[in-house]
């Protein structure tokens, strides 16, 4: 997920906000196409980085005064589908920059719906919203992880293949599980919240590692988390 207009395009961090407030779905509302896709001959992805005010100035919604910075800012960038990325720039006065904008906001408050970012009274009811997210994180770890043996062959595809899980699955549910934790830290007992933390530091490392390209070691995911509001 990237963009070529040079100093318009966003640095690592703003990728990395931009990844995680899309979730792996374009942001246009009333399309909402998953952006990373699994099929039986392999994986791929269809997000691109779309521009409110263009990289240009004399690219679709146009704004001369905004400096090359200033267009290459989470505030002006949005996360679409190639088709609907294709749409906003062939015809930007029916994508106006405020449908834009406000494309953004409705798609965090669905996120934040879908995501289940409710307030639970009891830790069973909370349980039972994060266990399957922790179960199908913790398949897709033991099915395509790095700890598998055709990871050990650089010719499998293997890597490539963990990489495109953990962007289209694992990141977006990492992201998912926080939001739930967050929202219900009023149930969480001692230790528990401090397993959250470690596991938001492993959010950040996983981040940094499969979108900025980070060559630092991402911090193991805490395995205490995999019991959360159990007892």
């Known amino acids: 997920m990237s963009c070529s207009k040079g100093t318009a395009s966003p ?40 521009h409110v005010f263009a990289a240009s100035d004399k690219g679709p919604r146009a704004k001369p005064e905004l400096s090359k ?10 996360v679409l589908c190639s088709n609907c990325h294709t749409k906003v720039d062939k015809s930007p006065s029916n994508f106006p920059d405020s449908m834009m904008r406000k494309w953004k906001v409705e798609h965090a408050n669905k996120l934040q719906q879908l995501f289940g970012a409710v307030k639970f009274d009891d830790r069973a009811s909370a349980r039972e919203v994060v ?67 470690l596991f938001r530091q492993h959010i950040d490392d996983l981040e ?3 979108i900025e390209g980070s060559m630092e070691d991402a911090s193991r995911f805490p395995a205490e988390l995999s019991r959360i509001y159990k007892d």
């Open 69 to 78: 910075e200033e267009r290459g800012t989470f505030e002006n960038l949005i």
């Open 131 to 197: 266990e399957p997210i922790l179960e199908q994180n913790h398949t897709t770890f033991q099915l395509y992880g790095p700890h598998i043996e055709a990871a050990q062959n650089p010719e499998s595809g293997a890597a490539e293949q963990w990489k495109r899980k953990v962007l289209s699955r694992i990141l977006p549910n990492n992201r998912r599980l926080l939001t739930i934790l967050d929202t219900n830290r009023h149930i969480l007992i001692k230790d528990e919240k401090h397993t959250v933390e």
């Open 208 to 210: 940094a590692f499969h």
């Open 11 to 50: 640095d690592a961090h703003t990728q990395r906000r931009l990844f995680s407030s899309s979730a792996g779905y374009c942001q246009n509302p009333s399309c909402a196409e998953e952006l990373f896709i699994d099929t039986p001959s392999g994986s791929f992805h269809i997000a691109e980085l779309a």
